[in-house]
């Protein structure tokens, strides 16, 4: 259990190899424990995210530091992760309220929270010479050079009767700026092979709050909250909140 907690943190950080991902994401449908955790790194890391400010950082590094386990925690959870906590709850907390009853701001929510799906369909083989398509395509992605590999997708044949590829080809529409044309693919897509079930009602909802349909941008977050799977869970229900005010 501790290895997929570290995978977890890697995972959120951007970090976590694609080799392992497929591992994670099976540990994670049967852990309930693992769901939780997952909810509490997506929390904490984008409100760390929101800090640029370095003494802030230091501060919580050194309420990291300062904190000891105590047996009233009932989740083992890395220590990092509780002194992190701690540290938001104490520093920014007041900030947090305020925002939290905030109207919503549809390009900066999804500035913030747009993280495009991971790689999930090939595994890259670096330091070769001859590169077959889908992996030139995968290793722009992963690179976060989106529009070179939405160039390839679009001239490469089988994306059009593949579903995968299609939904991957949608997130660089969303990392682009294309957001109409992304809503376009995933509307149409059937049941995504490999990828999470909630994904493709994360990302239309996503997609449809920054064009300015909250209707529909709420029909797409709720249907998140009803998914079985904890993929952007606690995300979904916040902006659901914020979308109804």
Same mark, same amino acid.
């Given at each position: 259990?501790?290895?997929?907690?570290?995978?977890?943190?890697?995972?959120?950080?951007?970090?976590?190899?694609?080799?392992?991902?497929?591992?994670?994401?099976?540990?994670?449908?049967? %852990?309930?424990?693992? @769901? $939780?955790?997952?909810? /509490?790194? +997506? !929390?904490?890391?984008?409100?760390?995210?929101?800090?640029?400010? &370095?003494?802030?950082?230091?501060?919580?590094?050194?309420?990291?530091?300062?904190?000891?386990?105590?047996?009233?925690?009932?989740?083992?959870?890395?220590?990092?992760?509780?002194?992190?906590?701690?540290?938001?709850?104490?520093?920014?907390?007041?900030?947090?309220?305020?925002?939290?009853?905030?109207?919503?701001?549809?390009?900066?929510?999804?500035?913030?929270?747009?993280?495009?799906?991971?790689?999930?369909?090939?595994?890259?083989?670096?330091?070769?010479?001859?590169?077959?398509?889908?992996?030139?395509?995968?290793?722009?992605?992963? %690179?976060?050079?989106? @529009? $070179?590999?939405?160039? /390839?997708? +679009? !001239?490469?044949?089988?994306?059009?009767?593949?579903?995968?590829? &299609?939904?991957?080809?949608?997130?660089?529409?969303?990392?682009?700026?294309?957001?109409?044309?992304?809503?376009?693919?995933?509307?149409?897509?059937?049941?995504?092979?490999?990828?999470?079930?909630?994904?493709?009602?994360?990302?239309?909802?996503?997609?449809?709050?920054?064009?300015?349909?909250?209707?529909?941008?709420?029909?797409?977050?709720?249907?998140?909250?009803?998914?079985?799977?904890?993929?952007?869970?606690?995300?979904?229900?916040?902006?659901?909140?914020?979308?109804?005010?």
């Amino acid at each position: 259990m501790e290895k997929y907690r570290n995978w977890l943190d890697q995972y959120i950080r951007g970090e976590l190899p694609t080799s392992k991902f497929s591992e994670l994401k099976s540990a994670l449908k049967d %852990s309930p424990e693992l @769901q $939780e955790e997952y909810s /509490l790194f +997506i !929390d904490l890391n984008q409100e760390i995210k929101k800090s640029s400010d &370095s003494k802030l950082k230091q501060l919580l590094q050194e309420e990291e530091k300062s904190i000891s386990a105590s047996e009233g925690i009932v989740r083992k959870l890395p220590m990092r992760w509780i002194g992190i906590a701690a540290s938001i709850v104490v520093l920014l907390g007041a900030v947090f309220i305020w925002q939290n009853n905030a109207p919503i701001n549809q390009q900066d929510s999804f500035q913030e929270l747009f993280i495009p799906y991971p790689n999930d369909y090939v595994t890259i083989e670096r330091g070769t010479n001859q590169i077959a398509k889908p992996q030139r395509i995968f290793l722009a992605y992963e %690179s976060a050079q989106y @529009q $070179e590999a939405l160039d /390839l997708l +679009i !001239d490469y044949d089988p994306v059009s009767a593949n579903p995968q590829l &299609s939904f991957y080809k949608a997130m660089c529409m969303l990392a682009t700026g294309k957001e109409q044309a992304a809503i376009a693919v995933l509307e149409n897509l059937p049941r995504i092979p490999a990828i999470d079930p909630n994904a493709k009602p994360w990302f239309l909802g996503l997609a449809y709050m920054k064009i300015g349909d909250k209707a529909t941008a709420t029909k797409k977050f709720q249907a998140v909250l009803d998914g079985k799977s904890p993929y952007q869970k606690t995300n979904a229900e916040k902006l659901l909140k914020k979308l109804q005010k």
